[in-house]
């Protein structure tokens, strides 16, 4: 097997590793596909907690060989590799209860990524997919998952204002899935591009940060601001622009897969009783993304145009962190592991 290292900040290397079917319900599967994503691109960067590690959270390939005791999957068997694990120790877990998991495991993060050739694994980690949803899409399972997290804690109804702060791939799949919901978005970003793009997606409201802002959604919104919001991580807009934007009494969802330090000014929030919460590393809505994704929910073409070989992985890291300093975010782009 070939994996992929992170040896320290800006230098990978590659290395080759033993790895063979231990127990009967293992399942060694070749990947074929990994969304190199912004938080690949922070730990090349440095924000890793610890070095070495194997980057690359998600991912989808075949199965080649299952252990006699798989039952979920079977040789030639598609699967999303999961990209996220109960820690199986906490008391939750211990109390039955993984889906409330206090230090969930990361893939790419807190343990081995999917940076590699084969990975051999428990079929518990592994989502089968139907032939209907494509590896390419298959790879947004885990983003479409966290979303759905974000409109569960919403408790989004029909014909619901949403302000969903920062157009990247979480803003617009998020915004496309409130549409799907019945919701309607209105989605904030500096960025023109991501905003045009979002538009090519369907998503009717979409605004530039700028001082006109306020009264765009109040317009929209016949003047009572929208009933919740969501702010997107690592982007540039001020966390404080959702309390502006929420109604009284509303919700702030701050979501995105990981949180760099921010200071907030608290004042509008606690003046309008506004409720704050997180939703980040969820994984209970996988079965559900598949299901969005056989339903053609979600139009992820922004997201697929930007493909590259795993021959070219150090040029792309490099020019992919250069776009990150250089514009302040990170760009998904798909790699083609064979
Ligand atoms: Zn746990």
Redo the contacts with the bound molecule.
Sequence with gaps: MKIWKVLAPGTIAAEERPDNIQTATQAKVKVTKLLLSPADLRVYAGSAPAYPVIPGRFAVGVVSEAGTECVAVEKNTHVYLNDMA?????????AGK?E?????HVAGTDCDGYLRDFIVTDESNLSPLPPSVSDEEALFIGIVSMCEAVIDRLNVSKGMHVAVFGAGEIGNILSQLLIYHQAVPVLIDEDEDKLKAAAGCGIYYTFKADETLGENIARITGGRMAAGSVFNSYGPLAPELPFMATAAGGTVVYTGFGFPERTVQLKAAQDKRLTLTTVTNDYTNNEAAINLLVNKAVNLAPFLQRKNRIADLEQILREEKDHMQAHGYARCSVIDML
């Design positions: 109960p820690c199986g120790q906490c008391e939750q877990c211990i993984p409330n998991c206090v230090r969930v």
